[in-house]
Structures are given as structure tokens and as C-alpha cells.
């Protein structure tokens, strides 16, 4: 780790979170990025893998100094770059040659108009499904691994890590094989098998906990803080406040999509909120750098009903959110106690938007409307936008005269155990003409 980091964190009692790395401040590259400031009070801190403030435990955000250019040149600059997230490596931290370095090149995935969908939902506006099962391990999270990686280069880590609901780990385990890192991921036990075993093929090392995400995202932290896990890149520990910028590339990823525009309304699935928060984040940035005009969006939040704390807290006009234990199918949001649930509930109410859940049964039969609509096969988080997408328009609270952006963050292969039971052959039979009349489908 940087030096003059380490003197900082020991000055302020943080030591023990420091991890050791062989990087110098002086070779220090992360682009834009000029320092991280704390979310709660404001204090800056040098760059370095450090994660809460020093002052008053908030989490540490990355600040940038933004491109000067004109919005019309800064416009060009990001249209000639790659056909990736690496097109916007000046609002990322990320040196400017990122897109020579190896890396799985993540993001630019499709922005499918949905007529099909908006038609069954009463929507009369313009419905998108933002599909980010195209990433390269099929979940959106190869974009905040690809952030944090090159922030793991930069601290000068060799190990890469995470606590994981099961996409991350998957993502990591690549990432760290295509950028020559070795990596140890930490997942709970009993996740569906997809995961498991898109986590452990890259060829790293896998590790089931006997626990939920809580209980593996505790013994993270103990991890950092013992000499076991020194040198250890942690993408959503030690190295969140990297991690979490990558979530922004969505919203460049929308606005540019839709003709460097806002969406009225998006509608996002939230695990720890992470994702969520930063959205608006990269909005905001495209409305302060006059990329986009500014017009007021709503950000709509959705939760599986088995673990939906922050839905609870925003009906009940709570500001703090209050854990519990998951029990959905939607594994990859089963997060009870959510780091950045108050700041999704601020960001919600300040926008006009709302935090919705379904159920399980509710969640299957979005996948289904999804897939039969747009061919789109969703993960259970998919499911979980979809279904609360339809929940918002018959409740009043989402327009449907407006442009709407609905994510889908997962792929449905990883999660065939939802729809499995209820999902197979119309006839198994002899491969015989007469079989097949008799089975009523030639019609
Ligand atoms: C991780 C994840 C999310 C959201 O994560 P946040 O922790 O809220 O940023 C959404 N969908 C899928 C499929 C995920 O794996």
C-alpha cells in the first residue's frame, strides 16, 4: 500500500484495515479519481484500499476531477471508444490505457425495446429491458469487478476475493483468470448449482460457508482484518468504493442507448443497494457534465418478499433499514442486512420513486411473462424487476404513458431450480406421426 495511506490510516486508529500491498502513491494511476470522501461527513482520504471514514464510519465514496471538455467533444470522445464499459474511462476510476490491459471487457449489453411485455402490462410509453445477462459470466457484477480489478492492479494486490450471493464470485473467479490474479471467493453453501459452479470453473478457489450472505460477509471482514487475508484484494470489501463505481456504467450505458437521454423511470433490483445508489450517482454526473438534459427521473427500487428490508422500511417511512433473515429464490438479492439501504430509501424518495416485492410465485411467473414475451430468459432477479415493474403499474405509482427502463441483471441458466418445476416438454412421446396427433398439438 501506498506509504503516505498507511501513515494516514495508523494516524487515524485504522491500521487494522490496512492491507498490505507493493504499490508507491507516486506510480499511483486510477484516471480521474482524485481521492475518496466519505458519504456521511465529507472528509477526504488519499486513495488506497480503505473503505469506511476514519472519522465517523461512513462509507467512502471515490471523487473525481471530471473531463473539462465541452458536452459535444466529451460526447465524441466516449463514441469512438470501445464497445465496452471502457468507452467512459474518463468518469471511471481507471487509468486512461484501460482498454489495453486484460481485462473480460464487460457492459455496452443490449437495450431491448419491449413491445411485447409493454403490451401485456398496459404500458402505452416506451418499455425497455436493459439485459445485462450479455456480460461476459452473464450477470451484470462483471462490471464492478472489472473497476475493482484495476484498482487491485493499482494497490499492487495479487489475490483477489469477495463474499458473495453468487454472480460475484462467478465474475471474480474470471476476471482474476483473464487478468493473471489468484483468486478465493466466499459463497454461502447452499446456493443454486449454476453459481456454484460458474464460481469455481475459472479455476480458483471456492468456498462454500455454512451461513447466509450475512454470516460470509462477517467472516470477510474478520478475514481483512487477520494476517490470513494480508495482500488480499477484497472487490466488495476493501476495494467497494472502486467496485461500486462500476454500477455507473449502466446509467451512461441507458442515457447514450436512448440517445443520450434520461429515462423517465427505471426500476432496479437491490441486493446491498450498492447498485442502485450509483445508478443515480452516474446519472447525476451526465446531468453536471450537460451530456443529458436535466429532467427529473424516478429510480423505483424491487425486492423478492423473502428478504425485502428496505421495501419494509420505505412503507413504513422508516430512514434506517432493519435486518432479517433471507428465505427467496431470488438468492442473488437474499442480502438482510443491505450497507446501502438508508441511501437507496433517500434516493428513492427524493426522486418520487418507491420500493416494491414480490413473492416467489409472483417472481416464477415473471420470468415466464418475460421469456414468452421478449425471449428474454431471466435470473430470479430478473423476475423480481419485471414482476414489481407490473405490481407499480397497477398500483398508479409507475406512469405508463412515460419511457420506462426495467433491468435484468441475471442470466436464467443460473437459476433453472425456479422455473424447473413448472417449465418442460408439452408431450414426451415415440417419434411417430400418430404419436404426435395423438398428443393434440398439431394445430
Ligand atoms: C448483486 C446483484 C444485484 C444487485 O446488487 P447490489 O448489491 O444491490 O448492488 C442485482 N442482480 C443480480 C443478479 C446480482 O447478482
Known amino acids: 500500500m501506498a506509504k503516505c495511506v498507511m501513515r494516514k490510516m495508523r494516524r ?36 488506497g484500499p480503505i473503505f469506511a471514514c476514519a472519522s465517523c464510519f461512513g462509507p467512502l465514496e471515490v471523487a473525481y476531477d471530471l473531463p473539462t471538455e465541452g458536452p459535444e467533444e466529451l460526447r465524441k470522445r466516449i463514441e469512438a ?20 490491459k486484460p481485462s473480460l471487457n464487460p457492459g455496452f449489453t443490449k437495450l431491448v425495446e419491449a413491445g411485447n411485455l409493454a403490451r401485456e402490462l398496459g404500458v ?10 450479455g456480460n461476459p459470466t452473464h450477470s451484470f457484477k462483471d462490471r464492478v469487478v472489472a473497476i475493482a480489478v ?12 469477495c463474499s458473495s450471493t453468487g454472480n460475484l464470485a462467478g465474475a471474480v473467479g474470471a476476471a482474476a483468470a483473464r487478468a493473471g490474479f489468484r483468486s478465493c471467493v466466499f459463497i454461502p453453501h447452499d446456493l443454486e448449482q449454476g453459481k456454484v459452479v460458474m464460481a469455481a470453473v475459472y479455476g480458483g478457489d471456492l468456498v462454500g460457508i455454512e451461513g447466509n ?25 476493501n476495494l467497494r468504493p472502486y467496485y461500486g463505481e462500476g454500477s ?48 427529473p427521473y424516478k429510480i423505483f427500487g424491487a425486492q423478492a418478499e423473502g428478504c425485502s428490508p428496505v421495501s419494509a422500511a420505505f412503507k413504513a417511512g422508516h430512514e434506517v433499514v432493519r435486518p432479517v433473515k433471507p428465505n427467496t429464490i431470488a438468492k442473488s438479492l437474499a442480502i438482510g442486512n443491505p450497507a446501502d439501504g438508508p441511501y437507496v430509501l433517500d434516493i428513492v424518495r427524493r426522486t418520487g420513486g418507491a420500493v416494491e416485492d414480490v413473492d416467489d410465485e409472483q417472481n416464477v411467473a415473471a420470468i415466464k411473462l418475460l421469456a414468452r414475451t421478449e425471449g428474454i430468459f431471466a435470473e430470479t432477479a430478473g423476475g423480481v424487476t419485471v414482476g414489481v415493474t ?40 415415440r417419434p411417430s406421426l400418430d404419436a404426435f396427433r395423438a398428443a393434440g398439438l398439431a394445430i
Open 150 to 161: 484495476e484498482a487491485a492492479r493499482a494497490f499492487g494486490f495479487t489475490t483477489l476475493s
Open 248 to 295: 455507473k456504467t449502466l446509467a451512461y450505458e441507458i442515457c447514450e442507448q436512448l440517445g443520450w437521454r434520461l429515462p423517465d423511470q427505471i426500476v432496479i433490483p437491490i441486493a446491498s443497494g450498492s447498485q442502485l445508489t450509483k445508478i443515480d450517482k452516474g446519472f447525476q454526473e451526465l446531468i453536471k457534465l450537460g451530456l443529458v438534459e436535466d429532467r
Open 81 to 100: 471508444g470501445p464497445n465496452n464499459i471502457w468507452r467512459y474511462a474518463p468518469l471511471l476510476p481507471v487509468p486512461a490505457d484501460v482498454a489495453d
Open 12 to 47: 487515524k486508529g485504522l491500521a487494522s484495515m490496512a492491507v498490505q500491498t507493493a504499490a508507491d502513491t507516486t506510480t499511483l494511476d486510477l484516471g480521474p479519481a482524485s481521492a475518496l470522501s466519505c458519504r456521511e461527513c465529507g472528509e477526504r482520504f488519499e486513495l
Open 213 to 237: 450472505y450475512d454470516d460470509v460477509n462477517r467472516f470477510c471482514s474478520e478475514l481483512i482484518g487477520d494476517p490470513l487475508g494480508e495482500g488480499w484484494g477484497f472487490v466488495n470489501v
Open 124 to 133: 402505452t410509453g416506451s418499455l425497455y429491458i436493459k439485459d445485462d445477462s
Open 390 to 429: 407490473r405490481k407499480l403499474i397497477e398500483s398508479g405509482a409507475l406512469d405508463p404513458t412515460l419511457t420506462t427502463v426495467v433491468l435484468n441483471t441475471g442470466d436464467g441458466l443460473k437459476t433453472l431450480d425456479a422455473v424447473a418445476p413448472t417449465t418442460g416438454p408439452a408431450a414426451t412421446i
